[in-house]
Each structure stands twice: as C-alpha cells, then as structure tokens.
T-cell receptor, first 115, second 114 residues
Framework: EAGVAQSPRYKIIEKRQSVAFWCNPI?????LYWYQQILGQGPKLLIQ????????DSQLPKDRFSAERLKGVDSTLKIQPAKLEDSAVYLC?????????????FGNGTRLTVT | KQEVTQIPAALSVPEGENLVLNCSFT??????LQWFRQDPGKGLTSLLL?????REQTSGRLNASLDKSSGRSTLYIAASQPGDSATYLC?????????????FGPGTSLSVIP
C-alpha cells in the first residue's frame, strides 16, 4: 500500500509570512493527525481528525494555525503569520480508525525554517 | 494528565550487545502502547503495538513488554547492529477519550558502534 504522502519536504520563509503543508493519508484511513516536532523532542499533537471532523485541536495555536480535511481524505495545515518558534518538522500521520488498535503511519514530514 | 518519559535520553553501545530501552507513563488507563523508530530527517516507523490486555510483542530481534499497572514498557533489542542506530519513541493511546488520543515520549537516541 502507498504510504502517507506529505509536501513540501522543506520550506524556508521569513517571519510574518504564511505557509501551507499538504498531507494525503493512506487510503481508507479515517483518522488523520498533524504533529509538530521540535528538534530533540517527541511529536506534539496539533490537530486530529476523524473522517472530516475535528476531535482534538486543544494544542493548536488557533490565532495563527488552521487546518482542514475536505471530504475526509487530504488535509492542509496553514500557518499565518509564521513566528520564529514555528521552526520545526510538521508530521502527518494516519490510522485506520479510533478503537481499531491499529498503528499510526507517518509521512516523512515537512521541515519548516522561519528566519 | 498523561505524561510519557523515556530513559535514557541517549545510549551508545558496541555492535552485538543486547540492550533495553525504557518507557514510563503516569496514567495506566491506556488502550495500547506503540514503539516507533525515527531515522534522521524521516518520519516515524511503527515497530510494535502492544494492546492493553497483552504483556509483550515480538518482531525479529525486537521484544516489547508492557506492565500497565506499574506504568512501564521496555523495548529489548537483541544482538544490536549499526543499522539499529536511530531514535526510538514510545507512545500511549489513552483509554479515557472517545477517540485515539496518542501521547509521545521524547525518545531515546541510540548509536550502535561497529
């Protein structure tokens, strides 16, 4: 099966600019996660979708971050305006569905550098 | 609030040695525990998933155990190889939410020296 696809792989922007990341999960996976991973730390959940509904966005900085999952498949994560502390790797993951005891499958991530 | 810790933060061993990585969690109400591997510049790869009713899972040279009551899991790697060098992360899925809330530890960076 094809894995989780993410683009772009790298992005460099100046602070106060905007940026968008795209994720295509594994076909048939109902749950989609966006994580932020700062160097040397474990991933931190930003937002979690079940199909096209949000089930957890408690750690999403909603004044600057937004995400959507149209038609319960692809997802985009946007940052506007970016701050220096947003420099991190943004990981997308998907799993079959909640309660299925299925592992998470991750994409290779997007490395964002804010200058 | 569930917290996940991993000890040690970094580990360096000679090739061929058996080793144990540790994961601790504060709330025993979990649905499952997963171990992942992360290579530099890459995403995470799932290694093993242990359901809350299970005590251990094995895959090749990897064996993961779970003691839910004490809030601990270990990942045992037998006969380590340089290709095992990576960061290993554990994550728990909370049983207190209606959805799979996944909480990660900070990881253990492993170097296997030839």
């Amino acid at each position: 099966e094809a894995g989780v696809a993410q683009s772009p792989r790298y992005k460099i922007i100046e602070k106060r600019q905007s940026v968008a990341f795209w994720c295509n999960p594994i076909s048939g996976h109902a749950t989609l996660y966006w994580y932020q991973q700062i160097l040397g730390q474990g991933p931190k959940l930003l937002i979690q979708f079940q199909n096209n509904g949000v089930v957890d966005d408690s750690q999403l900085p909603k004044d600057r971050f937004s995400a959507e999952r149209l038609k319960g498949v692809d997802s985009t994560l946007k940052i506007q305006p970016a701050k220096l502390e947003d420099s991190a790797v943004y990981l997308c993951a998907s799993s079959l569905r909640s309660g299925a005891n299925s592992p998470l499958h991750f994409g290779n991530g997007t490395r964002l550098t804010v200058t | 609030k569930q917290e996940v810790t991993q000890i040690p933060a970094a580990l360096s061993v000679p090739e061929g040695e058996n080793l144990v990585l540790n994961c601790s969690f504060t709330d025993s109400a979990i649905y499952n525990l997963q171990w992942f591997r992360q290579d530099p510049g890459k995403g995470l790869t799932s290694l093993l998933l242990i359901q809350s009713s299970q005590r251990e899972q094995t895959s090749g040279r990897l064996n993961a155990s779970l003691d839910k009551s004490s809030g601990r899991s270990t990942l045992y790697i037998a006969a380590s190889q340089p290709g095992d060098s990576a960061t290993y992360l554990c994550a728990v899925v909370s049983a207190k939410t209606s959805y799979d809330k996944v909480i990660f530890g900070p990881g253990t960076s492993l170097s296997v020296i030839p």
